[in-house]
T-cell receptor, first 116, second 116 residues
Framework: AQKITQTQPGMFVQEKEAVTLDCTYD???????LFWYKQPSSGEMIFLIY??????QNATEGRYSLNFQKARKSANLVISASQLGDSAMYFC?????????????FGRGTSLIVHP | GAGVSQTPSNKVTEKGKYVELRCDPISGHTALYWYRQSLGQGPEFLIY????????DSGLPNDRFFAVRPEGSVSTLKIQRTERGDSAVYLCASSTGASGGRDTQYFGPGTRLTVL
């Protein structure tokens, strides 16, 4: 089974609008971390936001927020007030803490295009 | 401060040749990761170093792939007898190596390897 599922291969949003990128995950580990990365056409993976499984509040970083629904095992990224520079691939990743492994698993990504 | 750097940015080689890809992590980061990213996919884990030792090499696809980090800083990924299927972007990431899920990885710009 896929550990990270990103069901939207591509998304379009108008500049200044908000957009939600979906991510669901599968784990039996009670302790885990969820990450979102942005990958523009230049190729570099840019860290955006982190959510720990025990964090009581949804993570926020500027225009990025994470809609964390633990019971549903979903960690959707919300980008408010989209900008043209937000056009990129977005990857969700999970890192489980059990067994001492610190290797995150990445989803297949969602391509976001922001148009004027 | 300086981020993760990778050299070369692009490498074109012929089938059967040997290549070396270099990664220079963020200063002070003890953990270093190598990933491979094929077109339309998320990063695929190859190997993880904690200090000088390979803590997890379970992602290396076969014995043609090898990586070293002799002084606990710079790492080199070595691929022998390259095959066309090795063509991909090779990403390097580093982190502080703190235990638990919150340890965030910071990625370099990647090396695009093309095997003709």
């Amino acid at each position: 089974a896929q550990k990270i599922t990103q069901t939207q291969p591509g998304m379009f949003v108008q500049e200044k609008e908000a957009v939600t990128l979906d991510c669901t995950y599968d784990t039996s580990d009670p302790s885990y971390g969820l990450f979102w990365y942005k990958q523009p056409s230049s190729g570099e993976m840019i860290f955006l936001i982190y959510q720990g499984s025990y964090d009581q509040q949804n993570a926020t970083e500027g225009r990025y927020s994470l809609n964390f629904q633990k019971a549903r095992k979903s960690a959707n990224l919300v980008i408010s007030a989209s900008q043209l520079g937000d056009s990129a691939m977005y990857f969700c990743a999970m890192r489980e803490s059990s067994g001492g492994s610190y290797i995150p698993t990445f989803g297949r990504g969602t391509s976001l295009i922001v148009h004027p | 401060g300086a981020g993760v750097s990778q050299t070369p940015s692009n490498k074109v080689t012929e089938k059967g040749k040997y290549v070396e890809l270099r990664c220079d992590p963020i200063s002070g980061h003890t953990a270093l990761y190598w990933y491979r990213q094929s077109l339309g996919q998320g990063p695929e884990f190859l190997i993880y170093f904690q200090g000088t030792g390979a803590a997890d090499d379970s992602g290396l696809p076969n014995d043609r792939f090898f990586a070293v980090r002799p002084e606990g800083s710079v790492s080199t990924l070595k691929i022998q007898r390259t095959e066309r299927g090795d063509s991909a972007v090779y990403l390097c990431a580093s982190s502080t190596g703190a235990s638990g899920g919150r340890d965030t990885q910071y990625f370099g710009p990647g090396t695009r390897l093309t095997v003709l």
